[in-house]
């Protein structure tokens, strides 16, 4: 029997968490690549996603971050839920912009992680939002 904390392939658990994703899916989220600790999705701005200032809503801005955070937190193979995160706006996002939310694993230790998540413009690369995450990994379910 393989070992759950050893698994053969360590990005499955966030591959299958990905494919089972309606959230993401729904907002057109966009999977672009996947590493160990690392996650990067794409999503462009629709007009079902502009507040009344006309700029990309900060909650929709702040929701790619944390599909990025949940793929690389969940890349070493074991279920890891988010215990937390703090986002910071730095420019708006408008109408039509492509978002890229480049997450990075900076710390593991035991079952408690830690996550930078950038959130930039496609078209000229300016960082429009930055995310730090803490992610804490569940025990294995007992069969």
């Known amino acids: 029997m393989p070992d759950p904390a050893d698994p053969a392939d360590p990005l499955a658990t966030s591959r299958d968490m990905w494919a089972s994703d309606a959230a993401s899916r ?14 990067e999705v794409a999503m462009t701005v629709r007009d079902d996603m502009v507040n009344g200032h006309a700029i990309a809503h900060g909650g929709l801005v702040a ?10 937190c969940n890349s070493r193979g074991r ?21 890229v939310a480049r997450a990075r694993e900076t710390a593991l230790r035991g079952r408690s992680g830690l996550y930078d998540v950038s959130v930039s413009r496609a078209a000229d690369g300016v960082v429009i939002a930055e995310l730090r995450g803490r992610s804490r990994t569940l025990p294995p379910r007992k069969e």
């Open 79 to 99: 279920v890891t839920v988010a215990a937390g995160f703090d986002v910071t706006f730095l420019e708006a996002g408008r109408l039509g912009d492509r978002l």
């Open 26 to 39: 729904t907002l057109g989220m966009e999977l672009l690549d996947l590493g160990p600790g690392t996650a």
């Open 63 to 72: 929701t790619l971050a944390d599909s990025a955070f949940a793929l690389a």
